[in-house]
C-alpha cells in the first residue's frame, strides 16, 4: 500500500513537472548531469564497459568524451520525455520534423501496411507522439509493458495521447492480425532485448555477438508489410529530425534473417556517426552466444 502510494505521488509529481517550460526543464538536466555523472555514477561502469567493447579502436580519452556527452544527452532525455505528457501537438510538431515521408505514402499506396524500426537513440519517444499526427490510418506503438502498473499506466497515456494505440511485445502480432484487412502504420523499437526463452538468433553488433529481437521481421513477413527505417538525429537542444529510409517494400520475399540484418546495420551506422545519442546505460548484451547453447 505505502509502494503504491509513492507510485501515484511520482505520476502527479511527473505531471506537475511536465507543465513547466522548456527552459526550465533544461536548467533541470544541468542539474540532473552533475547529479547522475559526478555523485551517484549512475551506470557509468556499464557505460564504460559498453563503450570499450563498442569502440575498442578509439583511445580512452575519446570514449571519455563520448561518456560525458552521453550523460548529458540522458539528462536532457529524461526532462523531455516527462514533458511528453503535455506537450502541445503543434510543439511537437515544431520540435520534431520528418522527412521522406514519401517512403511511408509510396507503401500505402501500394495497399501496403508499415513497420517503422525505431532505435533507442535520439528521441524515439517524442518521435512516437510525431508518428501518431502523421496519418489518420490506425497507428501502433509496439511497447514493452513496466513492471509497475501505475507508472505503466502512466506513460501508456502519455505515448497515446495524439491517437495511437498502444500494444504489448507479446500481443502484437495478434493485434496486427486483428487490423489485417486495414493500412497500419506500426511503430517497433528494434533494439530491444529479447528474452531468454525468445533467444534464437545472434548478428554482430557494434563489435559483439548480440542477440537481435525478430520482431520486425516477424511481423513484416506475415503481414508483407514495409520495412521503413525511422532515423532519428538531434538536431540540436530539444529539436529533432526522423528521416523514412525505405528497406524493404516486399518483406515476404526476403531471406530469413535478411530484414534483421538490414535494420541492425542501419542502426549501428547511426550510432557510429554520433555515439552519444544511444542508449548506452541499457544492459543490452546480457547473452552470450556461448550461454543460450548451454
Known sequence: MIRKGFSSLGTVLLYLISLLPFFVLYLIADFIYLVLFYVIKYRRAVVQQNLANAFPEKPLHERQQIEKKYYRYLADLMVETVKLRTISRRQVDRRFTVTNYEAVEKAFAGGQSVIGAVGHYGNWELGALKFSILTDKPRLVVYKPL??????????????????????????????????????????????????EEVTYFTNFLNQPTAVFLGVEKLAKSLNSAVIFCDIRRIKRGYYNCNFVPLFYDAKHTAEYEITNAHVRYLEQVIREEPQYWLWSHKRWKYKPEDIAK
Open 147 to 196: 513492471n509497475n502498473l501505475i507508472f505503466n499506466s502512466y506513460f501508456t497515456r502519455m505515448r497515446s495521447r495524439f491517437g495511437a494505440s498502444l500494444v504489448p511485445m507479446k500481443g502484437a502480432m495478434r493485434k496486427m492480425v486483428e487490423l489485417r484487412r486495414q493500412q497500419t502504420m506500426t511503430l517497433l523499437v528494434s533494439d530491444q532485448i529479447p528474452s531468454r
